[in-house]
C-alpha cells in the first residue's frame, strides 16, 4: 500500500483469499486515518478511527466473526507456507491458461490488454452462447457457478473466469474442459 500510495484498501474475504463469503478487511493509512479525525459523521461500519480505538484494547465495534477470524489465520498460514511470489506465479500459469482458452475459442476480453487482473477475467460474449444455459451444465457438473446482482444486467454480455484463490492449473483445466463441454 505505501509503495503503490494507497490510503484505504477494502476487500472481501472470499476473493483471492478463497474464505467464505461475509467478511471483510481493510486497512488505514495514518494519513487516512488523519483526515477521519476532521470529520463528524465518519457512519457506523466504517469508523476507522473506532476500529483504531477499538484494536488497542484488543476488541471490534461489534460482533467479530470468529470463524472468519480463525480461517483467515489458517488461510493466512496456508499462503505465507506456499510463499507469496510462489503464489503469485501460480495465478500468472493459471491465468494463461484462461486467456489462451478464450483467444483460441473465438471470444474478445472485456478489458483491455495493459487493465487485466491476473486472477479473473471478464470476457465479451461475441460468440452469442446463453450464458444462463452454459452457467446451469457447469453447475450440474458440480462446478460452482455464480451471478451477482452487479453482473446480473450483463451477464448475458460477459461473463467472468476466476483463477484466483487456490485454483490451481488442474482446477483451471478442469473448468475450462466443462465450458468446452458446454458450448460443443
Known amino acids: ?8 484498501m477494502l476487500t472481501g474475504a472470499q476473493k ?4 467464505p463469503p461475509g467478511f471483510s478487511l481493510f486497512s488505514v493509512s495514518e494519513k487516512a486515518f488523519a483526515r477521519a479525525e476532521k470529520h463528524k459523521d465518519r457512519g457506523y461500519y466504517f469508523d476507522f478511527l473506532e476500529f483504531k480505538k ?6 471490534t465495534p ?3 466473526s470468529i470463524g472468519h477470524i480463525f480461517a483467515l489465520q489458517s488461510k493466512l498460514d496456508e499462503i ?7 503464489r503469485f506465479e501460480r495465478h500468472i500459469r493459471t491465468n494463461a491458461l484462461v486467456h489462451d482458452w478464450v483467444s483460441e475459442r473465438g471470444f474478445e476480453f ?8 491476473i486472477t479473473l477475467t471478464c470476457v465479451k460474449n461475441n460468440r452469442g452462447i446463453d450464458v444462463r444455459q452454459a452457467r446451469a451444465r457447469i453447475s450440474a457438473k458440480n462446478i460452482t457457478s455464480s451471478s451477482t446482482a452487479a453482473t446480473a444486467k450483463s451477464k448475458v454480455k460477459t461473463f467472468r ?3 484466483m484463490g487456490d485454483e490451481t492449473e488442474e482446477t483451471v483445466a478442469h473448468l475450462l474442459a466443462c ?3 458446454c458450448l460443443a
Open 1 to 8: 500500500m505505501d509503495a503503490l500510495g494507497i490510503d484505504i
Open 16 to 19: 483471492a483469499l478463497a474464505l
Open 54 to 59: 477499538q484494536q488497542n484494547e484488543f476488541m
Open 62 to 64: 461489534s460482533t467479530p
Open 80 to 86: 505465507f507456507g506456499e510463499t507469496l511470489p510462489k
Open 110 to 117: 472485456f478489458a483491455e490488454e495493459n487493465f487485466r487482473s
Open 161 to 163: 473466469l476466476s483463477n
Open 179 to 181: 465450458l468446452d463441454d
